[in-house]
């Protein structure tokens, strides 16, 4: 079932709030051995949220849906770990302004997911927390760093989660489980109360089963809000309203670079079939040469790493051994780059800016392969990217960083399967052109099935 | 010209730069740390090599009160 039609049901009377939400947490539990993929169930609270819902006359979008949130958004009353040791027992006082909003639509969550630590890397596994682990194959990640969040969406436990993306980390775990993930233009949904890696790129996003889900998710969550100065004043159109399928006449630009060398072949293979797809609904597909994005690869690092280490310092005086190997390290080099790498960073941002406006003057979207490989085991830190031996770290940047940088928003729709894991399909918009992103995925799950299929491991 | 400047510090050089902001890393950290700069600095040096005088970074945010 989507989200959309549970709240279907909710609305109609046909499920209460309360049997939803008991639903959701025994799903969680049964699965909890399986996949790993929460750090805190929030059993007693939501059931009691529920059952106050359930008085209440005002029924929000989401009225009585229960949804999970990635371990570094705050929920008032709960813990907020970002899977580290330093904040194990750091209990928030506020919501989340995301948390705020998804209450008033009435949505109920359930429980914090586990994430990469602190947010800082792709994979989620956690050396305090232990890994998340994949519904299509356990011994496998869900990607990262909001890996709960697509575990627990491929698992049929809630039917939206959300994550939070700096460099892919809702889009990456989307494709690695084989569910929809939004990053959202930045600026355009507040992260007031979130944990942050680096202020000029974090984002949060919805994870679901379908664009559609995705596109209630996002106006719930969207618009500005006056006490974070990240966020911004612009319109938000009724996502749901806007999913007409019709893609006669679209202008999509296929990245060419991205299906060639450091990829499987078979994943851009799928990828290719799923871009053909897109042209037999009547849009205007188009290779484009745009070599230039791979500069956004070590642009976004020169700006991300050393706000990351800023946000950290305290803690990297104080209690630097108390972090995981990996982040420690990352950490420290933010610390250690020259003063320069910032300004560095953001003049290439201004050059790619500029570069990237004029593909968009050309083409209504862009798509892409979201990975280049399907999810690795755990702990295969060195992964095989069609014949060519990489880190999994640096196998991923030329996929998420270009996007990322330039603040635009990002898809990952599931589009076929390697090995019999899910491969994923980029579509990447305008600054704040949510509304074309969601009408090519939404168009895209009309005629195909790829994010109908259920994993193995199924709450 | 870059290619002097790309050059990953000594570990002693780091360590001195971490304790200058109140940071004690390990000698294994800062060697990850090497390795890890070494996949950035060249590419940082040929990012800035390429720059003409009128290319502006981008600025930080600034929320709708500040802009006024």
Known sequence: MTLTQLAGRIRRGELSPRDAVADALARAESAQAALNAFITVRGDEALAEAEQLESHPDRGPLFGVPVAVKDVIDVAGTRTTAASRILADNVATEDSTVVARLRQAGAVVIGKLNTHEFAFGASTTSTHFGPARNPWDTDRICGGSSGGSGAVVAAGIVTGALGTDTGGSVRIPACLCGVTGLRPSTGRVPIRGVVPVSWSFDTVGPLARTAEDCALLLHVLAGVDGADPTSVRVPVPTYPDLLAPDMRGLRIGVVSHLFEGAIDPRVAETVETAVSELAGLGARVERIDALFLREADVAQQLVMLPEAAAVHLPWLRTRLAEYGDDVRVRLLAGLLLPATSVVTGQRSRRRLFEKAASLFEQHDVLVAPEMPIVAPRIGEDVVDVGGERLAYRLSLIPFNSPWSCLGLPAASVPCGFVDGLPVGMAIVGRRFDETTVLQVAHAFQQVTDWHERTPPVRA | ?68
Do not use: C, H, N
């Open chain 2, 1 to 68: 010209m870059s290619s002097k400047f790309s050059r990953v510090s000594s570990v002693e050089a780091l360590r001195e730069a971490a304790r200058a902001q109140g940071v004690e890393p390990t000698d294994a950290d800062l060697e990850a740390v090497r390795g890890f700069l070494a996949t950035i600095l060249p590419t940082l040096a040929e990012i800035e090599d390429g720059f003409g005088p009128d290319t502006a970074p981008v600025a930080l945010f600034l929320s709708d009160q500040e802009a006024r």
